[in-house]
């Protein structure tokens, strides 16, 4: 059994590999389109340069990217000492190191690991989510984070991320010069620019993430903290606190939802090009059939 977990992980990491180089040809060769289009032979090679400086850049800075699309902060352990107790303690459990604690100021109970392997993650934990769970759920969820983590599926998710970010720059750029109050051209003109290049963006994050990384990393998160059912019963509170309080599918959130532990959207629109999640109710099952219920 251990041997067939093994290749289905590496079969798994294969395909996403793939789908993360297959996603980095696609935006150059879309930018040598608009260099050909735009200026010839030679504007291409400035479009596939100035691609080739972008893909870089995300690489180096895809924790950074997808941290700042949710105005997270980095806190400290005075601030925070009971949540850096937990992450230390299931670091140890799980045989890595601790990562960076950041939190987002959105009242959306919801989390993220971001970065390029162990020892550059970054988890974020919104507001809403630590006033929604109580400790044993809150070690759960962090323990399905540093899952993500030790899945080595973070890199994949966070480029990924940040790739979507840059096509989706023009929609977050609309959007800063959107006058107060907004005037509806302008509104307009975001929306027209989300529906165009929403959908790219959307390619490139389907082809990077597989769904079943969340399954993988509710089972592994439950056995690093030995509580499925914390896991099943805080899912149940996030899946009902994203519905309430969904996020609006801008640019830069559309870009980064996949990373989240639950979907941030409401189902429907462009949202729905962004759906990487698998139900709720199929988690807290799977998480419940790991503790032993049966329905």
């Given amino acids: 059994m251990a041997v067939r977990g093994y290749l289905l992980r590496a079969a798994e990491l294969a395909s996403v590999t793939a789908g993360l180089a297959v996603a980095v ?18 504007g291409a090679a400035v479009a596939i340069g100035i691609a080739v ?12 990217l997808a941290l700042s699309a949710m105005a997270a902060r980095p ?12 992450v230390r303690e299931l670091s140890k459990a799980g045989r890595l190191p601790v990562p960076r ?25 919104t507001e809403g989510l630590l006033r929604a769970l109580d400790e044993a759920e809150l070690r759960a ?12 599926d973070v890199l994949a998710s966070s480029v990924s991320a940040g790739l979507a970010t840059v096509i989706t720059f023009p929609v977050g750029l609309a959007g800063l010069l959107r006058p107060r109050p907004a005037g509806a051209g302008l509104d307009v003109l975001e929306n027209l620019l989300m529906a165009v290049l929403g959908p790219a963006a959307a390619v490139v994050i389907r082809l990077a993430v597989s769904r ?66 698998p139900p709720a109710g199929e988690r807290i099952r799977r998480l419940e059939a790991l503790a032993g219920y049966r329905r």
């Fill in 101 to 125: 604690l950041y939190l987002s100021p959105a009242e959306q109970p919801n989390s993220f690991t971001a970065g390029r392997g162990p020892r550059s993650a970054a988890v974020c934990c």
């Fill in 75 to 86: 806190v400290g352990e005075v601030e925070h000492p009971e949540l850096y107790r937990l």
């Fill in 53 to 64: 400086v972008l893909v870089a850049a995300v690489f180096a800075a895809c924790g950074r």
């Fill in 212 to 277: 079943e990384r969340e399954y993988r990393a509710d089972a592994e998160g439950a056995l690093i903290t030995g509580d499925p059912l914390a896991l099943a019963s805080a899912l149940r509170k996030i899946d009902a606190g994203t519905a309430e309080l969904a996020l609006a599918p801008d640019g830069r959130r559309a870009s980064v939802g996949h990373l989240m532990i639950a979907s941030t959207f409401r189902p429907g629109g462009i949202a729905r090009l962004f759906g990487t999640h």
């Fill in 25 to 42: 040809i696609l935006l150059v060769a879309g930018c040598a389109l608009l260099g050909v289009a735009a200026a010839g032979g030679g």
């Fill in 141 to 152: 969820v962090l323990g399905h984070e540093l899952a993500h983590v030790s899945g080595r």
